[in-house]
Antibody, heavy 120, light 106 residues
Framework: QVQLVESGGGLVKPGGSLRLSCVAS????????MTWIRQAPGKGLEWVSY????????YYADSVKGRFTVSRDNAKNSLYLQMNYLRAEDTAFYYC?????????????WGQGTLVTVSS | EIVMTQSPATLSVSPGERATLSCRAS??????LAWYQQKPGQSPRLLIY???TRVSGTPARFSGSGSGTEFTLTISSLQSEDFAIYYC????????FGQGTKLEIK
């Protein structure tokens, strides 16, 4: 069965950096787009970024563009999100999600989420 | 950005009754619409994509309809495990979610 396990969240000061990881299993990782989605505590869902299976296509939400970098290592079945210049409004649970094979669309599987708290 | 508006924000329904949740897009998204269920302390779970296609494992009491800007998720006979927050998501032009509808026990 598909499993996605995020890690790397924690408490960081404004302006700081954090790197999130997501290890995937149960499917051919390199075949799929992967997406990061975040959810502020008690709030709704916000798309953050996606990356195509071969890393040839990457996009970001305007709210994180220039500060966050998504990458993947297909040999390690791993997805990453490097987050720099963090702001209080970046505080959220960050989920990695399995996306489509041919394009980015809906999210069939989600990890359990990792909490990022940006506070001084 | 396409804004997705869900209504109502909270819906109180008794077990066994029918629930109807609405999702409206600020511009047409064709049928590029998915529905998710989220329970407290859990990650979202995909229920429906393409506005009306149930994913494997989604009970038949869940049905989706609509196209363009107006969409509906109907739960025909509520079970105790259905009380949760429901989100719609459009993927026609980038990706945006509605703010959610909390389905609570009446």
């Amino acid at each position: 069965q598909v499993q996605l396990v995020e890690s790397g969240g924690g408490l960081v000061k404004p302006g700081g950096s954090l790197r999130l990881s997501c290890v995937a299993s149960g499917f051919t990782f390199s075949d799929y787009y992967m997406t990061w989605i975040r959810q502020a505590p008690g709030k709704g869902l916000e798309w953050v970024s996606y990356i195509r299976g071969d890393s040839s296509s990457i996009y970001y939400a305007d709210s994180v563009k220039g500060r966050f970098t998504v990458s993947r290592d297909n040999a390690k079945n791993s997805l990453y999100l490097q987050m720099n210049y963090l702001r209080a409004e970046d505080t959220a649970f960050y989920y990695c999600a399995r996306d489509g094979r041919l394009n980015s669309s809906w999210y069939t599987d989600w990890g359990q989420g990792t909490l990022v708290t940006v506070s001084s | 950005e396409i804004v997705m508006t869900q209504s109502p924000a909270t819906l109180s329904v008794s077990p066994g009754e029918r629930a109807t949740l609405s999702c409206r897009a600020s511009q047409s998204v064709d049928k590029s619409l998915a529905w998710y269920q989220q329970k407290p302390g859990q990650s979202p779970r995909l229920l429906i994509y393409g506005a009306s296609t149930r994913v494997s494992g989604t009970p038949a009491r869940f049905s989706g309809s609509g196209s363009g800007t107006e969409f509906t998720l109907t739960i025909s006979s509520l079970q105790s495990e259905d009380f949760a927050i429901y989100y719609c998501q459009q993927y026609n032009h980038w990706y945006t979610f509605g703010q959610g509808t909390k389905l609570e026990i009446k």
